[in-house]
């Protein structure tokens, strides 16, 4: 809880230089609804055996640093582009001392080895984040995905490209979204 904490406290902190979240999202209780309990509902839907993990487009750790912070027992690579706010994705892992790493290019240049779990909000529409996504999974790896009210429409349009086992939760912080744990996932053929 407190690495929680002083992670809540350096996003109001940088918030004020960069765009780490929405100004209107800026103040403490709203990290903590909107942002830091968005992404801990997460945490029941991490594949068991899981030790290794991406999360893409982290911005300001959202899910990623989040839960690094909860998982220690899980390596985190946190992929963002921005350097700004690559810089404080590093800043923060320094300070909470977490083993987590920031790779602070593109996805489609991302070179790792395969991951036993995938993360991402608010970053792509479900096609596209499942081309990012699939070249990053070990075998048997899982990706899960934080959506918004779109969510469905995005899954039967991937369904197009791919073929995936899906399951969907409701999220517990906003009634109109859905949080997607993937497994199975390969191109249509």
Same mark, same amino acid.
């Given at each position: #809880?407190?690495?929680? *904490?002083?992670?809540?406290?350096l ?8 765009? @780490? ?7 403490a ?10 992404s ?29 912070i ?9 992929i963002?582009s921005?350097?700004?706010k690559?810089? %404080? ?5 320094? *300070? ?8 602070p290019v593109?996805?489609?240049?991302v ?5 036993? @779990?995938?993360?991402?909000?608010? @970053?792509?529409?479900?096609?596209e =984040? ?21 969510? #469905?429409? *995005? =899954?039967?349009?991937?369904?197009e490209?791919?073929? #995936?086992?899906? *399951?969907h ?8 979204? #859905?949080i %997607?744990?993937?497994?199975e ?5």
């Amino acid at each position: #809880m407190v690495r929680l *904490e002083a992670y809540s406290a350096l996003i109001l902190r940088w918030t004020a230089r960069i765009n @780490l979240v929405s100004r209107k999202d800026a103040g403490a209780a709203d990290i903590w609804n909107r942002h830091i309990l968005d992404s801990l509902q997460l945490l029941p839907l991490i594949p068991q055996g899981a030790f290794r993990a991406a999360d893409l487009g982290s911005g300001g750790g959202l899910p990623g640093l989040v839960l690094a912070i909860a998982r220690p027992d899980i390596s985190f690579t946190l992929i963002e582009s921005d350097r700004r706010k690559a810089a %404080f994705l590093q800043t923060a892992i320094a *300070e909470l001392k977490l083993a987590a790493t920031v790779l602070p290019v593109r996805i489609e240049q991302v070179r790792l080895d395969p991951v036993e @779990l995938v993360t991402a909000r608010a @970053l792509a529409p479900l096609p596209e =984040l499942l081309g990012y996504a699939a070249p990053l999974l070990a075998p048997g790896g899982k990706c899960v995905l934080l959506k918004g009210r779109s969510a #469905m429409a *995005e =899954l039967t349009a991937a369904c197009e490209n791919w073929h #995936m086992n899906a *399951e969907h939760v409701p999220s517990l912080t906003d009634p109109g979204a #859905m949080i %997607f744990r993937i497994s199975e996932l390969r191109r249509a053929t």
